[in-house]
């Protein structure tokens, strides 16, 4: 069954909507499924070696064009397209759940975040400066110049289809960059829609360049190509690991930003309802399916059993269902594969001592629906807490000291996100010091606005895709020391 109210995805390249070009006994599409109900929702072309040489080819174009635009006609444009993606959130945000799965509600604010994102970015390309440094000798004019990098290569996930894509977009074109973005195959539409909005706005042709097809062959070929000078990728730790490597031998610049595991500290002190009530509510965000998740909760004993049985309380409370629907907080897994997932991590913690509260299961037997699910007592050497999850399971432990939770926090290779519950400065700022993330949240959930840092460190990545920071991935900087004679 095909739905009537989903387009058919196409490649965007050098200012034109098109299909993929002639593949030597390869796929020129694939189907686009409906995580809600396995149905078809269209098709999406693939670009063909071809279609990535004139995306090529369009972006070095675009680039001549673009990185002698003013920074303050490329604001106006930038804005331009921002409000476009407000006048069409709706038609925009029902595409996303569809293809995504993710409810309405959330699809409306990934929406609304992305115009606030160009807007960010929009006012950042007018504040991008040099500097005059003072000269030692007299007659010596030195100064610093901020020069676009060039073209640049995105890579972007399924599980924000427009938030992944526009940061990496806006901070590019800001900078004054041309831009070939992968965008998500499972989750394209909204994708494309965010590029639609960018042509509308008066994007010259070449700046943007949409493709999609076999991700590793798309990015094996666009990452050594002495055409783009800079790589942006947002997904796996262990894909990301790969392209930063391709990446170093050809000394291209880079941005990660990976998987995480974060840590969700409840101390002693906290206010545990407050800690419920926002834990339950991050937590089954998109499903769980979320970088900086919280994702391995840790609890002080003293508190343990009041927090879990409310949280418990909490999460059975939770509907589950199609993201279309009235009222429903949780939507289905991307695919079928993460169903499987979770049942293998879930089955794993148990076999080795831990304690099923609520959940655990697949709901039904059309669409990729789990179940919101809690393990406690969960032992450390269940997968579950040494591997990023990435869905609907919380494993919660109990710590005894603050001294513990911390070292049990910094115990993984991830650093992306960490968040802790507590009355105490002293133990904020303690935990703030000493837990090594990228990003850290205390009693509240603050991430991931435009005007912030958004990146990790260690296995998590490198770079940033927020705030001032973002910018800098995209400039040069040059160096000019003349004596003026």
């Known amino acids: 069954m095909v739905s009537t109210s989903y387009p058919d995805v196409l490649l965007y390249i050098d200012g034109e909507w098109r299909q993929g070009s002639k593949h030597e006994g390869k796929a020129a599409s694939q189907p686009i499924l409906n995580p809600a109900t396995e149905e078809t929702l269209g098709t999406l072309a693939h670009a063909s070696r071809a279609d990535l040489d004139a995306a090529l080819e369009a972006a070095e174009r675009g680039f001549a064009i673009w990185r002698h635009t003013s920074a303050h006609e490329r604001y106006k444009l930038m804005r331009k397209a921002a409000d476009l993606l407000r006048e069409r959130q709706e038609d925009i945000s029902r595409l996303m759940t569809l293809e995504q799965g993710?409810?309405?509600?959330?699809?409306?604010?990934?929406?609304?975040?992305?115009?606030?994102?160009?807007?960010?970015?929009?006012?950042?390309?007018?504040?991008?400066?040099g500097?005059?440094?003072?000269?030692?000798?007299?007659?010596?004019?030195?100064?610093v110049h901020k020069?676009?990098?060039?073209?640049?290569?995105?890579?972007?996930?399924?599980?924000?289809?427009i938030n992944q894509a526009v940061r990496k977009v806006s901070a590019a074109l800001a900078a004054g960059c041309s831009v070939i973005l992968k965008g998500p195959e499972e989750t394209p539409a909204s994708?494309?829609?965010?590029?639609?909005?960018?042509?509308?706005?008066?994007?010259?042709?070449?700046?943007?360049?949409?493709?999609?097809?076999?991700?590793?062959?798309?990015?094996?070929?666009?990452?050594?190509?002495?055409?783009?000078?800079?790589?942006?990728?947002?997904?796996?730790?262990?894909?990301?690991?790969?392209?930063?490597?391709?990446?170093?031998?050809?000394?291209?610049?880079?941005?990660?930003?990976?998987?995480?595991?974060?840590?969700?500290?409840?101390?002693e002190d906290a206010d545990v309802d407050a800690a419920i009530k926002l834990l339950s509510g991050a937590k089954f965000r998109n499903a769980g399916q979320v970088c900086v998740s919280p994702t391995?909760?840790?609890?002080?004993?003293?508190?343990?059993?009041?927090?879990?049985?409310?949280?418990?309380?909490?999460?059975k409370q939770i509907p589950v269902g199609n993201g279309l629907e009235d009222g429903v907080r949780m939507g289905p897994l991307a695919n079928s594969r993460r169903v499987d997932a979770m049942e293998a991590l879930?089955?794993?913690?148990?076999?080795?001592?831990?304690?099923?509260?609520?959940?655990g299961a697949r709901i039904g037997n059309k669409g990729y629906f789990f179940q919101p699910t809690v393990l406690t007592d969960v032992p450390s050497n269940a997968r579950i807490l040494n591997e990023?999850?990435?869905?609907?399971?919380?494993?919660?432990?109990?710590?005894?000291?603050p001294e513990a939770a911390m070292i049990e926090a910094n115990r993984l290779p991830y650093g992306l996100a960490a968040y802790a519950y507590t009355r105490s400065s002293h133990l904020a700022d303690e935990f703030a010091r000493r837990v090594e993330s990228g990003m850290i949240s205390i009693n509240h959930h603050g991430l991931a606005l435009p005007e912030t840092p958004f990146g990790g460190i260690k296995d998590s990545g490198y770079g940033s895709e927020g705030g001032i920071e973002a910018i800098e991935a995209y400039v040069n900087t040059k160096f000019v020391t003349q004596l003026n004679v």
């Not at 020069?147 to 289809?161: I, K, L, S, Y």
């Not at 062959?217 to 490597?245: C, D, M, N, W």
Request: aromatic share 8%.
């Open 131 to 143: 500097r005059l440094i003072p000269a030692r000798i007299h007659g010596v004019q030195q100064i």
């Open 102 to 129: 993710k409810p309405l509600v959330e699809a409306r604010m990934e929406t609304a975040a992305a115009a606030d994102t160009i807007d960010w970015f929009a006012e950042e390309a007018r504040r991008i400066a």
């Open 388 to 401: 990023e999850p990435f869905g609907p399971l919380v494993p919660i432990t109990s710590f005894t000291s």
């Open 191 to 267: 994708c494309a829609a965010l590029v639609k909005a960018y042509e509308d706005a008066g994007l010259p042709k070449g700046v943007v360049n949409l493709v999609f097809g076999v991700p590793s062959e798309i990015s094996e070929y666009l990452i050594p190509h002495p055409i783009i000078r800079k790589i942006s990728f947002t997904g796996s730790t262990v894909v990301g690991k790969q392209l930063a490597a391709l990446a170093g031998l050809h000394m291209k610049r880079v941005t990660m930003e990976l998987g995480g595991h974060a840590p969700a500290v409840v101390f």
């Open 346 to 359: 879930t089955a794993d913690a148990v076999s080795k001592g831990a304690n099923l509260r609520t959940g």
């Open 147 to 161: 020069e676009p990098v060039g073209p640049v290569a995105a890579f972007t996930p399924w599980n924000f289809p």
């Open 296 to 315: 391995r909760f840790m609890v002080h004993e003293n508190i343990y059993e009041r927090f879990v049985d409310g949280f418990v309380d909490a999460v």
